[in-house]
C-alpha cells in the first residue's frame, strides 16, 4: 500500500484515517494535502474514500489506491498543460497586442501632417427653440401655432 503512494507523497502530505462504522466495516480515507508554496487546483486533492470488511482492505484497498493515485497524476498532468497552453496563448496575444501598437505608432509618426489645421465650422444660427413649461406642454417662441399638441388659452 505503501507502495503505492510514494508518488502522491511527492512534495504533499497525505492522511489517513480509518474509522470502525459497525462489527464488519471499516472506512478508509486517504487525503492529499495541498502542495506546499503553491497555488494548486483543489481537483488535486480530492479525497479517497473506501468502505469494506478487513479482508475486502486487505484485498482491494492497494489495488485502489494504486487506481487513485495514477488518476491523480493524469489530472495533475493535465492541469499542467492546460495552464502551460493558455500562459502561452496569453503571452501571444500579448505580443499581438503590442506589435500592432507598435505599428500604430509608426503609422502616425511616418504621416506627414497634410491638413496642419482644418477650419473649424462656422457657427450656426440660434434656431428658435421650445421652451418648457411647468406644466409639459411646450410652446415654441413662434407661437401656440407650432405646438398643435398645445391647449388654446384664451
Same mark, same amino acid.
Not at 407661437?143 to 398645445?150: L, Y
Given at each position: 500500500m505503501f507502495v503505492e503512494l510514494m508518488p502522491l507523497l511527492a512534495g504533499r502530505t497525505v492522511m489517513i484515517t480509518v474509522a470502525r462504522l459497525d462489527d464488519k466495516t471499516l472506512r478508509v480515507n486517504v487525503m492529499p494535502t495541498i502542495k506546499s508554496g503553491g497555488s494548486e487546483n483543489p481537483a488535486l486533492t480530492t479525497p479517497l474514500s473506501y468502505t469494506g470488511t478487513p479482508e475486502e482492505l486487505d484485498a482491494e484497498l492497494a489495488k485502489q489506491l494504486a487506481s487513485y493515485v495514477e488518476c491523480h497524476r493524469e489530472l495533475g498532468s493535465t492541469l499542467a498543460q492546460a495552464k502551460a497552453e493558455m500562459d502561452a496563448a496569453a503571452k501571444a496575444a500579448s505580443e499581438e497586442a503590442r506589435k500592432k501598437a507598435e505599428e500604430r505608432k509608426k503609422k502616425a509618426a511616418d504621416k506627414p501632417a497634410e491638413n496642419p489645421a482644418s477650419p473649424a465650422p462656422a457657427a450656426t444660427a440660434a434656431q428658435p427653440t421650445a421652451t418648457a413649461s411647468l406644466f409639459g406642454d411646450a410652446r415654441s417662441e413662434v407661437? +401656440? &401655432? &407650432?405646438? +398643435? &399638441? &398645445?391647449p388654446d388659452v384664451k
Open positions: 407661437g +401656440p &401655432a &407650432a405646438n +398643435p &399638441a &398645445a
